[in-house]
């Protein structure tokens, strides 16, 4: 059988680096379930990049979803919203995924899930309206990022950015809840590209999706084949797959062939990136009025009794969702927060779950047979595998030495921790927790 794969294979696919990991993605088969509310929602008051947001309820006030629950005029920063209705319980610190401590807003649901009565579809006549309903919206970078959207594409009308990139790589292994979007909603996802597109001026649009899942691919194209008026000016670009194909750096390379420099951001080459759940959320938002109060993510990994796709109310702790999902199935050895490239390792599963995490996955023990530790022999090939052309090994060393100048010169703040490095390591070595010291010895002294 001949299975026709659409879109274009671009020229630039041949960039440095890169690994080529086991997929795992056997959840793409699964629909998106919808988990019922929980009892209580804790919401992190800083759940972006950028500044902390501070309350803007009490503890007492009722609350419906989509109720502004915290804000700040900062502007980088995203306004969060309640994801339940109910009754404030509690504000105050929370320790979240990564093991740091925020402040947060507790929400005692009262079951009813009433939305807020001022919920109303934005208006939108111009490119200042249409950033401030994006701020509103509460979007932030859905494919794990978590950076406000309305920030990323604030950029200057004269700038030269000119070209929209539509993320559909999902090159994490084993999550898929980008692929569920692709399949469930590709006009949703192409209708965020085009209002993108129309109040931002970009001359291009291309939603660019890996080669390894075709039915996404033929799911966008026939969208566009059935209503060429709407969506016919937006491209379909097949990539190869390879970890971490999705990556802003590595894919506005294969999209466009442009690289962005080290300390420099996409758009100073003339790019922004969108994952497609955030184009999906923005074209719904625009329709609807209704911001970013629920997210899908992945739960699975050999440890986990009955593995899901699910969209959750944001703020819904992860051991509940675990438990949603019948629990373990075997000792868990290590749970994750996000891909087991790039996610985090959880000390303690009762944290909220947040706007940018993608996935939770569990694994046992014999899923992850331990890599030898030894010496580094030299052999160079966490360099060939390091997408961003970093020396790892040099700068492991630089590491060890506590060089600020050696780390700066080795440049260690472009490393976006993909994992590449120690992922080809034959010595095993942590080069990723070397990198993340090395950057924080130079963040520590960049503040003196
Ligand atoms: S973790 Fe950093 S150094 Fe290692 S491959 Fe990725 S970008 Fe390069
Ligand atoms: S891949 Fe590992 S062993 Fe090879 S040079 Fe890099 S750190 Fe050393």
Redesign the pocket.
Known sequence: MTVNIPGVLPPFCKGRGGVRTEHHKDMAKQAVERMPAPDEVVLPLSMHIGAPCAPTVAVGDSVKIGQIIGDTDKFVSAPIHASVSGTVKAIGPVKVANGSTVNAVTIASDGKMELFEEIAPPVVTDRASFLAAVRASGLVGLGGAGFPAHVKLAFKEDAGVDTLIINGAECEPYITVDHREMLDRPEEILAGAAAVKKQLGFRRAVVAVEENKPDALASFQAVIQAEPEAYGDIELMRLPSSYPQGAEKVLIQSVTGRRVPPGKLPADVGCVVMNVQSASFLARYLRTGKPLVSRSLTIAGDAVATPKNLRVPIGSMLDGILDYCGGFSKTPYKVLSGGPMMGIALADLHVPAVKSGNALLAFSAEALPEKPFGA????????EACPLHLE??RI?KQVKLKSVEGLQKTNVLVCMECGC?AY????G?P?VQSMRLGKAIVMEAMKR
């Open positions: 580094c022999i030299r052999c160079g090939r966490c360099a790892p090994c492991e490095c080809s390591c034959p010595a070595r080069l």
